[in-house]
């Protein structure tokens, strides 16, 4: 349960295409090892010889902000028509739904199949959170999103300008009583239990887990802004924490709880088919592997 259209894939495992197969298959194994133990190093960031759970942790992070970014930058051009160097809402919408659809929530509209769009709620809906937040992400007020811009319509949460939006859109969302928090019930959403039913079923009491033990973190059955926050937004350091204790407590071969060169290089296999290199990923991109990052 992520929130809002941008979070989406950080943070989770990616499904090479099939050039990048390939060419993970031509690497030879002497390359292969080059190119990891070049990673080994960079991570090692007291150059110790060792890769504690937070060098691992943040390696991840920064890997996942890297292609989070990367990627903003490749949809930037697609968006961007007529090349001018920034995106309008109209590019935007040319991209996202072959044609201009512009609206506000209460004005009906002249054209059937735009009408018919507007009355569709969840598709209207959608449309309405991506134009507040493309305004708000339009910090000049010009015709349209320069790069930086355009990466904070995409990744709100990296950018420190968009926080309160994020909460406020999410209040919108889920405060229905208006209080300025979100309560358990409102948390659940439309869940009613079912009258016959002797209990919740699953989903619903790992729900209420999740709000209990991982948001509310004061306990006073209600989500303030800042938890509300570590709810909507991808919680990438805690991603990458787990994977790093994963990765030190699969590998750590004499329970020094880190790793060695040596003890990855044993277990190669497990590093390159984690988090930590994205899935064999970063042996491909010169900007991890290379001498100088």
């Known amino acids: 349960r992520r929130w809002g259209p941008w979070r989406a894939s950080v ?20 390359e292969q090892h080059k190119r990891l133990k070049s990673i080994i190093k960079k991570i090692d960031l007291d150059s110790d010889g060792f890769l ?23 949809q930037f051009v697609e968006y961007d028509k007529n090349g001018d160097g920034s995106v309008s809402w109209d590019e935007y919408n040319i991209q996202m739904y072959d044609r201009v659809i512009d609206f506000d929530e209460n004005t009906a509209l002249d054209d059937a ?51 309160e939006f994020v909460i406020q859109e999410a209040l919108e969302e889920h405060d229905k009583n208006g209080d300025g928090f979100v309560s358990l019930e409102e948390f659940l959403g439309d869940y009613r239990r079912d009258p016959t039913a ?78 930590a290199t994205d899935y064999g990923r970063q042996l491909h991109d010169e900007y991890f592997y290379h001498d100088e990052l």
Do not use: C
């Open 52 to 74: 504690t759970e937070s060098e691992l942790s943040s390696w991840i992070q920064m890997s996942f902000k890297h292609y989070a970014m990367q990627e903003a930058k490749q």
């Open 11 to 30: 943070g989770h495992p990616k499904t090479l295409d099939r050039r990048e197969v390939d060419e993970y298959v031509k690497l030879t194994p002497e």
């Open 198 to 275: 002797n209990e919740d079923p699953e989903w619903i009491l790992v729900e209420k887990d999740r709000f209990l033990n991982d948001y509310d973190k004061d306990t006073d059955g209600r989500l303030d802004p800042q938890e509300l926050l570590s709810w909507v937004v991808p919680n990438n350091q805690g991603i990458a924490q787990e994977e790093a204790l994963h990765l030190i407590d699969e590998m750590d071969l004499n329970s020094d709880r880190k790793l060695s060169e040596a003890e990855i290089l044993e277990n190669q296999d497990l590093f390159l088919t984690s988090e």
């Open 113 to 163: 199949e735009e009408e018919s769009f507007r009355q569709v709620s969840m598709r209207a809906w959608l449309h309405l959170k991506d134009k507040k937040r493309f305004e708000k992400a339009n910090q000049d007020s010009g015709p349209g999103l320069n790069l930086e811009e355009f990466i904070a319509f995409e990744h709100p949460e990296e950018v420190d300008y968009m926080t």
